[in-house]
């Protein structure tokens, strides 16, 4: 099967269990109206019913923006750690729910909402777990050696040139191989996750391992 082929039968597959993949939708939709909640009414509660709170409506505004930081001290950083806790949060639902949705894809014509989407999801949920522990593993590495270890070496190496030019460039291809890093690390999680849903794996890591093992022999094709 070519990639051509591969993405047409997909595209099929996903507009057959288009219910489920509501689902997935709306899960995210719900954690992101909650992340942007402490924001409204953080904004709701400075402005009150004011002018500035119908310009906002509109557009944003530098000048409010500036404000709010000077009269609101702490609230942008607050803001920022609860949007991450709801990130990480979101992080756990999907890979729970992922289960359940690639399940349907076996059978695309049962109802999602049915006892067997959620017996689906709570069969996988462990493992989706223990499958996104290890990607997280994987993210972590890529910004710790590529990122990290490369920039600080080019930092070491270019402290004492002249030049801005070759620094620029030097960090452009440490960000490329940074973005390269994590595709590669969300290919092999994705193929992961279909291992342990479709072919019923039962171990997180044989089925990342192995997963890491198609992604290297058909990397081209995978990609």
Do not use: C
């Not at 099929?12 to 942007?36: C, E, K, Q, S, Y």
């Amino acid at each position: 099967m070519n990639a051509g082929t591969a993405i047409k039968k997909g595209l099929r597959m996903t507009r057959r269990a288009d219910r489920a993949v509501w689902i997935l939708f709306l899960a995210n939709l719900a954690v992101a109206a909650l992340a942007g909640l402490p924001i409204y009414r953080g904004i709701l509660r400075f402005t009150g019913h004011s002018l500035m709170s119908g310009e906002l409506a509109r557009g944003f505004s530098v000048d409010w923006l500036t404000d709010f930081i000077i009269n609101s001290s702490g609230s942008l950083n607050r803001y920022a750690l609860a949007i991450a806790y709801l990130g990480l949060l979101s992080i756990v639902v999907n890979s729970i729910l992922s289960g359940g949705v690639l399940a349907r894809f076996r059978q695309p014509d049962l109802i999602p909402l049915s006892g067997g989407f959620f017996r689906d999801t709570a069969r996988y949920a462990w493992r989706m777990v223990r499958l996104m522990i290890i990607g997280l593993v994987g993210y972590w590495l890529v910004f710790r050696f590529l990122y990290q270890g490369l920039n600080g070496l080019i930092d070491r190496w270019m402290r004492d040139v002249l030049e801005d030019r070759p620094v620029f460039w030097a960090h452009l291809a440490v960000g490329v191989l940074v973005i390269a890093g994590l595709v590669f690390v969300n290919l092999v999680m994705d193929y992961a996750r279909v291992n342990l849903v479709l072919r019923d794996e039962s171990s997180a890591i044989a089925a990342f391992l192995s997963s890491l093992g198609f992604s290297l022999r058909r990397l081209r094709k995978a990609l």
